[in-house]
């Protein structure tokens, strides 16, 4: 036996860019965060060649999770082609010579920003959320040392009480996006900014969801058949954005969540936020055979 | 059927940042030589920040990026994050370091002397508009003195302990692998003090004068005394395999001690920095000093300066607001519209 049988030949870079102690982090971390669903686990965030906020928390997940035979398909604001979703496909294909795809059916990683896709994901597929603030209460207390240990007293009613303030104001809960949900019946979370009509896809799904923060170093997952509960009163139901009767414009796919897009008569015609999903709805209305997947929602209500 | 520009966002991608690189041109071996001796202080600063003492690699940094400081100390903490860490070099005593500069506020005179070394402190900020005109800005040879300050000097604080002025922290006896490494683990608070050294170290340079700044105007409850400003050269000692202890080079590097009367005691801040950015010692100092007792949330405590003076972070979360964020606004828009429409129905008079 030689030394140079041993070794590996000089490379610039690591498989997937990130090094193997870095990898080590974040698996570790991983396994964690699945084991104590909806808890924030702080990890070692490194640098990747891309900002800060930008995704890198997403990105050190996909960077470990991926092989070359993974396919992979990136997501902004439900869209494949948005600048940023470009840049992150073509980095990750980039150093890990893994197959992207666009169709959420093929995908066997899902990196996303903002949102779910529309079609149910199975237990093979994980889901990859990026998240700007992984700190639910932070809006209630911004000082990250207090707020740790009020997730390990449950302490959650200042929560509650910025809900129901909101209710006695506005005469609803005003919550847009990132909307507050009970973890297994223990953690809040932060779903990361999805928006409302996205959060009951998280409860008692097939798939594992990893939700990273880079930029705030902390990781936490939703595993696959875990409840996922909206903070909400006995009295006042949960209710997701009112997209349920709004038609695509270009599909004409109904009851999704939409894009708004304001005309020049001062109107707003919509189109179906998921891109994909779109596209093939466009195609299957075009005649041509394309494969579906079931979605979660049915005539604009969730289905299951 | 716009939907068929899947591919849209590639391209202008690829596009815009061609734009932004024929701006800067090409970029040779010559320019990366010609920013490391013309921006000192400027590779210096970038090196700080990224936690990364390469001068050629701080200056390829600036080259590329085209002095752009975020996204150069951004590209060098990537780069730095996949190299391998091969050994921890010994602890620097400050009596070690060969001193270039070196003031105390303190006392009139200091045990080693007040030695000024290389600064523009007394100079004339009068821009050298001559060199536009086609006349070189010139420099004058420098006089060294008849009996030269010695390299090697004590630290101000050193003299203060033993006349019972200050309490100098007990040494830390964490070696090797054992001495926390923030670039390798999370951030956590109460931090351990090599983490908020280390944090204060690469800190975004503005950052920490804005804060330590408010700090000395009368949000801290210390007014800082610059007890001992260093600039210097550290050796760089590290063990071979074998045993043999032995210098790697030498980096640049500052350091300030500042104090301020807490009963009948001196309180003491302190920070350092790779390469000379006497600035950011200082400021950053002052926040150590103040950080002891300060109120949550205050600009002096430490998880308020220490999270809001990583200038990756920071400018990485700034610049991500130019992202879209059409999802969460409509969202909002939902909430807004709706509970304006109950609130409108509400008002209606009743029949």
């Known amino acids: 036996m030689t030394l140079a049988s041993l070794t590996k030949p000089w490379a610039p870079m690591s498989y997937g860019f990130l090094d193997a102690s870095a990898k080590r982090e974040l698996r570790r971390k991983m396994i964690k965060a699945v084991c104590v669903p909806g808890c924030q686990m702080p990890y070692a965030s490194r640098e990747v060649p891309m900002a800060r906020g930008w995704g890198t928390g997403g990105l050190q997940v996909s960077l470990t999770l991926i092989n070359p035979g993974t396919c992979v398909k990136v997501i902004d604001q439900g869209a494949d082609d948005s600048v940023n979703a470009a840049s992150i496909r073509r980095f990750l294909a980039r150093v890990s010579g893994a197959p992207v795809t666009l169709d959420t059916l093929q995908a066997d990683l899902i990196q996303s920003r903002h949102r779910i896709p529309e079609e149910i994901l199975r237990e093979d597929q994980i889901l990859v959320l990026q998240v700007p603030n992984p700190e639910p209460l932070r809006g209630v207390q911004p000082n990250m040392s207090i707020a740790r240990q009020m997730h390990a007293d449950a302490d959650y009613g200042r929560m509650w009480l910025q809900l129901y303030e909101q209710i006695v104001r506005a005469g609803r809960v005003m919550q847009g996006a990132s909307y507050p949900s009970m973890v297994n019946g223990r953690h809040v979370m932060t779903p990361s900014p999805i928006p409302r009509w996205d959060v009951p896809k998280l409860h008692m799904a097939r798939h594992l969801t990893i939700l990273s923060a880079g930029r705030e170093k902390r990781i936490f997952a939703v595993p696959p058949y875990c409840r996922v509960e909206p903070l909400v009163f006995d009295d006042v139901p949960y209710r997701v954005e009112d997209h349920g009767k709004l038609t695509c414009a270009r599909s004409g796919a109904t009851g999704f969540f939409m894009n708004e897009i304001p005309q020049d008569d001062g109107s707003s015609a919509f189109e179906v936020s998921d891109s994909q999903f779109g596209v093939k709805s466009i195609r299957q209305r075009d005649g041509e055979t394309v494969e579906l997947g079931e979605t979660w929602y049915k005539g604009g209500d969730l289905s299951k | ?282 400021a950053a100092a002052t926040l150590d000093l103040n950080s002891k007792g300060a109120p949550k949330g205050a600009a002096t405590e430490e998880e308020f300066f220490l999270y809001h003076t990583e200038g990756v972070e920071a400018s990485g979360f700034c610049i991500h607001f130019k992202l879209p964020h059409y999802v969460t606004f409509q969202s909002s828009l939902d909430a807004m519209r709706d509970a304006k429409a109950t609130r409108a129905a509400e008002q209606e008079p009743a029949e």
């Open chain 2, 1 to 282: 059927m716009a939907y068929v520009a899947t591919r849209g966002g590639e391209r202008a991608i690829e596009q815009s940042e061609r734009l932004f690189r024929a701006m800067l041109g090409r970029i040779g071996a010559e320019r990366v030589a010609e920013i490391k001796q013309a921006l000192p202080y400027l590779v210096d600063r970038v090196m700080g920040e990224a936690s990364l003492y390469d001068e050629d690699l701080a200056s390829l940094a600036l080259a590329q990026t085209g002095g752009e400081l975020y996204e150069a100390v951004l590209v060098l903490r990537a780069w730095r994050t996949t190299q391998p860490r091969l050994t921890v070099a010994d602890p620097v005593e400050q009596n070690a370091l060969f001193t270039h500069r070196r003031i105390s506020a303190a006392f009139k005179d200091i045990p080693g002397g007040q030695v000024l070394g290389p600064t523009l402190d007394y100079s004339h900020r009068v821009l050298a508009t001559d060199v536009l005109a086609g006349t070189p800005f010139d420099f004058l040879e420098v006089e060294p003195a008849a009996d030269p300050a010695p390299a090697h000097q004590p630290s101000v604080s050193a003299w203060q302990a033993a006349n019972d002025l200050v309490d100098v922290p007990d040494p830390d006896a964490a070696a090797g692998e054992e001495i926390p490494d923030l670039t390798r683990e999370p951030l956590l608070f109460p931090a351990k003090r090599a983490h908020t050294l280390q944090s204060l170290a690469r800190a975004e340079t503005g950052g920490v004068l804005a804060l330590g700044y408010a700090a000395m105007r009368g949000y801290g409850q210390a007014h800082p005394t610059v007890n001992e400003l260093r600039l210097a050269e550290a050796e760089v000692v590290v063990s071979h395999p074998n045993g043999t202890k032995f210098s790697a080079g030498r980096v640049k590097v500052s350091q300030a001690e500042v104090v301020s009367k807490q009963g009948e005691k001196l309180g003491l801040g302190f920070a350092a920095a790779l390469g000379w950015n006497e600035v950011k010692c200082i």
